[in-house]
Nanobody
């Protein structure tokens, strides 16, 4: 069983930056074995997938709302760390951010649905990001 723990959240003004981290521990904890993603959930809204990475090929996906501002990175030196670099933050980015993993799938399967929440089976507890206007 893999445990995921997010960190790095906080409060920043509009235009600021934050870097979120996701650390894995437990049996089979190496992210290279999984597809991983970052999700967020704002009050009163559904959880949305914003960035995903297919470990074997380093393919990435970004939701249009964060494209060009957020970057998902896996630390290849330590396959138990995943990051989300967030730049040019906006008030609408305020949410709880979660990292998640899904079981091993093919590259083609991943490309069809890289960030659907119901495909991910292992979740962290979340970290709060607040962006003030």
């Amino acid at each position: 069983q893999v445990q995921l723990v997010e960190s790095g959240g906080g409060s920043v003004p509009t235009g600021g930056s934050l870097k979120l981290s996701c650390a894995a521990s437990g049996t089979g904890r190496h992210f290279a074995d999984y597809s991983m993603a970052w999700f967020r959930q704002a009050p009163g809204k559904e959880r949305e997938g914003i960035a995903a990475i297919f470990a074997s090929y380093m393919d990435t996906y970004y939701a249009s709302a964060v494209q060009g501002r957020f970057t998902i990175v896996q630390n290849n030196g330590d396959r138990t760390l995943l990051y989300l670099q967030m730049d040019d933050l906006k008030p609408e980015d305020t949410a709880i951010y979660y990292c998640a993993t899904r079981p091993r799938i093919s590259r083609e399967q991943w490309r069809q649905s890289p960030a659907a929440a119901d495909a991910y089976t292992n979740w962290g507890q979340g970290t709060q990001v607040t962006v003030s206007s």
